[in-house]
Every structure is written in C-alpha cells, then in structure tokens.
C-alpha cells in the first residue's frame, strides 16, 4: 500500500508497522504522528478518505476522534489548575455555585475527571437541539442527584463529563472549551484540532466507516447505552445517521466530551507541546502538573457492574493499559477514541504521539499497539 510523509532514520519500523496495518487489517485511511524531544520524527499518512468516492487521505486530513476530545479536555483542566485558576479539590460548586443542588456540593473537579462524581447520564432527556445550546444540559446537571456518593464508585461519564469539565472552563474563563483550548494552545501552534470545527472544514474531513455490519445496542435503556447516547438524541455510533458521528450538526457544534476533530499531527504536537515543547519551544506542562495529571484515580469494575476492562484512569487522562489502551509506559497519559484512535504523552520518553483512522475497526483492533510498539522498539533499540 502506498502511503506519503517521511519518517527521520532510526524509526523506520513505525513505517513498517503502519504499512502492516493496511495490510493485514481492514485499515481504510489512516495517520500517524511521532515527535520526539520535540522533533517531528514519524509523519505518515496514506489510504482513502472518504470509501464512497475514493477520494484520498491528504497530509492535512482530519477525521471526527470521538473520546480523545476528553484528553483536550482534561488538558485544559490541567493547565487552569497549573495557572492557579482552579483547584482540583475544591468543591465544583466553588466556581459553578447552582451546581452544588440536590447532594452535590461535595463534588470535586478530581472526582469528575475520574468518572467518580456519579453523573454518568442525565435523569433528563434534551432532545439535539437542546443539548447543542449547551445550557440545557448545564440546567439538567444542576437539578440532578448523584447516583452514588460521590468519590466511593466509577462509571464512564461518556458524555456528561464534557460539560461538567467545560462548564468549569467556562465559569472560568468565560469561553467554552472548544474556544478555550484554541485561544489556549491551538491557533498558536496551528493544530488541526477543534472541539466544534469551523464549518469551511467539514467538505475536506475524512468520513469514518464501519468494519462490516454497524454494532446492534442492546436494550436503550440500559445504563451503558443511556451514557453512550446521552438518552437517546444520540445514535452510537450512528456514523450515517443525521445526527452521527459524520454529521455536519454534530461536528461543527461543541460536544465536548466525544466531538473532537482532528489529525494525527494535531494530536501528537498537542501531547508533544505538553511534555516536551516542540521544535525548541517552551513545554506547556510542568513536571509537577504531569505528575498530578499521573496519579491512578480509577480502575476495576464499575458502579453498575461492567467488567474491568483493564483501563486505568489517572485525572482525566487514561494511562498505560495495554492492550486496551497502548502507551509506552508509567509515564504515558492520553486519551483514546472509539474506532482506534490514540493521543498520548510521555515526558520520559519525550514523545508525543497521535494516530487516527476511519476504519471503525471493534475488539481485537490492534492497530495503534502496533505502532506504539514500534515507537518503543526504535527507542529502546
């Protein structure tokens, strides 16, 4: 398989690993970025963009990431706290006061970014339209009661975790966390990488697929199922759907938990510039806010019995859990997005990394390990 980009000498395997994806996966198009010490050493792209008229993936593709938006999220979260601006155990209620209703008022910003504040889907139902204004679904998480104690269980916060981080941004800030993480770290940097894109971008993203037959949900009630279609406006994974995951309503309006844009050089500088700066500029984090963001806060079983899937949360980011979550090790934290796509961290090793497709591919992907275990290879080799 054809692909474009340069990859410097001593990281070959990661073009060999990327070939071996298209070759013996249903890869489609696909990306991936490598800096490290702030060098852009890997850069690769190749494949089809959109599968229903052949058009190519480009060196500026972007592609909807879905999840990896909560580790641009949680970036912002880190970088308020390392500003001063906020404290990750103060009450929330302490810069979003109506939000300390109804057993609330112990809830901290660690707890939500931990998925342990026991909102993992609203009581109410916003339709589309209400949950794009924003505010509604900011008005439903005032009025709701935790379903636990909050801090004593976890269950993915799939969805609601956007607005509990973001309206924090926003109390904050005053901008909305799409907006923020722009004027914040983006638009300085030039990344391809937004929460709510411009809407002269949508023609040129890559159109995520399904491998095979889309997935069957079970019973819309259920717990699982209310979390990943915040009851019921969304259709997970719904990529063809009106209101899916390829849809210009949803991409270009702030969902802030699952509606990241971007490309693997977006990802990857963003991570890059955290740890390490890039191309021999300042880095963004400091050790200390990067040992905070390492801490374990979650793993194990859920609230509701979900098995433990071997995913380990530090504070809003996932940390190394392989295979589920590949990194290179216990200096890792990233974020994941349903489909394959990977960014991550890691100020040990210097690396940034970033890589994104639009082959849906479910259990068994082994695509990103494959290329993170390369990095590690020409690394330690």
Not at 210 to 219: A, I
Not at 224 to 248: C, Q, S
Not at 355 to 380: F, K, P, T
Request: some cysteine.
């Amino acid at each position: 398989m054809r692909y474009d980009g340069h990859v410097d000498g001593g990281f070959e395997a990661v073009a060999d690993a990327f070939a071996r994806n298209f070759a013996e996966t249903t890869e489609l198009g696909a990306a991936v970025t490598v800096f490290h010490r702030g060098r852009k050493v890997v850069d690769l792209w190749g494949g089809t963009a959109d599968e229903r008229t052949g058009r190519p993936w480009e060196a500026d593709t972007a592609v909807p990431v879905m999840s990896a938006a909560k580790g641009v999220l949680a970036l912002c979260v880190h970088l308020l706290v390392q500003r001063g601006l906020l404290d990750l155990d103060a009450p929330v209620a302490a810069y979003w006061p109506e939000f300390a209703r109804n057993g609330k008022e112990g809830i901290t910003t660690r707890m939500i970014l931990a998925h342990r504040a026991g909102l993992p889907v609203l009581d109410a139902s916003p339709d589309f339209a209400e949950i794009t204004a924003w505010t509604p679904v900011v008005r439903a998480l005032e009025e709701q009661k935790p379903l636990w104690e909050p801090g004593t269980a976890h269950e993915y916060h799939g969805h609601t975790i956007g607005w509990l981080a973001g309206e924090l941004i926003r109390r904050i800030t005053g901008r909305t966390p799409g907006a923020y993480f722009r004027s914040a770290v983006a638009d300085d940097l030039g990344l391809r990488t937004w929460i709510g894109i411009p809407e002269d971008e949508y023609e040129g993203l890559a159109r995520l697929a399904y491998d095979g037959e889309p997935p069957v949900l079970p019973d819309p009630d259920h717990l699982i199922v209310r979390i990943l279609t915040m009851n019921g406006a969304f259709v997970f994974p719904g990529l063809d759907h009106p209101r899916g995951w390829n849809a210009k309503d949803f991409l270009t309006a702030e969902i802030p938990a699952t509606g990241a844009v971007s490309t693997a050089r977006g990802l990857a500088a963003m991570y890059a510039v955290a740890v390490t700066g890039v191309d021999g500029g300042p880095r963004l984090l400091t050790e200390g806010t990067v040992d905070a963001a390492l801490r374990p806060q979650t793993s194990g079983a859920s609230w509701s019995g979900f098995p433990d899937l071997g995913v380990r949360w530090g504070v809003g980011f996932h940390l190394d859990s392989p295979p589920v979550v590949p990194m290179l090790g216990p200096r890792s934290f990233g974020h994941d997005g349903a489909g394959g796509h990977l960014g991550f961290a890691d100020d040990e090793f210097g690396v940034g990394f970033g890589y994104v497709a639009n082959r849906m591919i479910g259990e068994g992907d082994e695509r990103a390990g494959r290329l993170v275990a390369a990095v590690r290879g020409c690394l330690e080799g």
